[in-house]
């Protein structure tokens, strides 16, 4: 069956460095999103994406993050400057539809900033 | 501000119990309402819900909407040790976007005991 794909699974990094994690959708997804889960907090939207250009972003998603599908199967998120509460499990998702379609999650990249 | 309210927040019971898990929610512009399980990492979708009245079964797990009440309920009936997960509601809303990201609950704690 299939499914997102998200690497690393782990990343760590000091405080200020820039991350990249990386995410591959179901191949004929056409929406694409990232959230996060801080430990024991509910998971928080992001960031949604179609047709190459942001479609809905959250009061999270400052000017630190960025999202990009550099080509026809990879979609990143970018934290220029991580501080220590971006720490997080970053989880990417894909729909096939932008509505009232269902959400596919991956298994998630855990960031833990030092 | 949207809300999205899950109880009982834990929940522990012995193998072949029925469960029932309640969300409610506030939100301005309901599109849908999502139950995802969640194990050890990705939340894996259960069940959409769009319409008040309809029930949607999987096996042993079914799921209602009421649009009038703003609430939704999954039951879980005969469980099983497989059944012990977080349990999660998601509230898709219309952003005019397109690609509506997910408001999540905290998510119920469920421990099936043999």
């Known amino acids: 069956e299939p499914e997102v794909t998200q690497t690393p699974s782990h990343q760590v990094t000091q405080m200020g460095q820039e991350v990249i994690l990386r995410c591959v959708p179901i191949?004929?997804?056409?929406?694409f999103y990232w959230y996060r889960q801080i430990l024991g907090q509910k998971v928080e939207f992001l960031v949604s994406?179609?047709?190459?250009?942001?479609?809905?972003k959250s009061e999270i998603f400052d000017d630190q993050f960025s999202v990009e599908r550099p080509d026809g199967s990879n979609f990143t998120l970018k934290i220029r400057s991580t501080k220590l509460e971006d720490s997080a499990m970053y989880f990417c998702?894909?729909?096939?539809?932008?509505?009232?379609?269902?959400?596919?999650f991956g298994p998630g990249t855990r960031l833990t900033v030092t | 501000e949207d809300k999205v309210v899950q109880s009982p927040l834990s929940l522990v019971v012995h193998e072949g119990d029925t469960v029932t898990l309640n969300c409610s929610y506030e939100?301005?512009?309901?599109?849908?309402l999502l139950w995802y399980k969640q194990e050890k990492k990705a939340p894996t979708f259960l069940f959409m819900l769009?319409?008040?009245?309809i029930e949607k079964k999987s096996g042993r797990l079914s799921s209602i909407l009421d649009k009038k009440e703003l609430f939704s309920i999954l039951n879980i009936t005969a469980t099983q040790t497989g059944d012990s997960a977080i349990y999660l509601c998601?509230?898709?809303?219309?952003?005019?976007?397109?690609?509506?990201?997910?408001?999540f609950g905290k998510g119920t704690h469920l421990i099936i005991q043999p």
């Open positions: 191949s004929n997804h056409l929406y």
């Open positions: 769009t319409s008040s009245g």
């Open positions: 939100v301005t512009n309901f599109r849908s």
């Open positions: 998702a894909s729909s096939e539809g932008g509505g009232s379609y269902e959400q596919y």
């Open positions: 998601a509230v898709e809303l219309y952003s005019g976007g397109g690609a509506d990201g997910l408001t």
């Open positions: 994406f179609y047709n190459n250009e942001i479609s809905e």
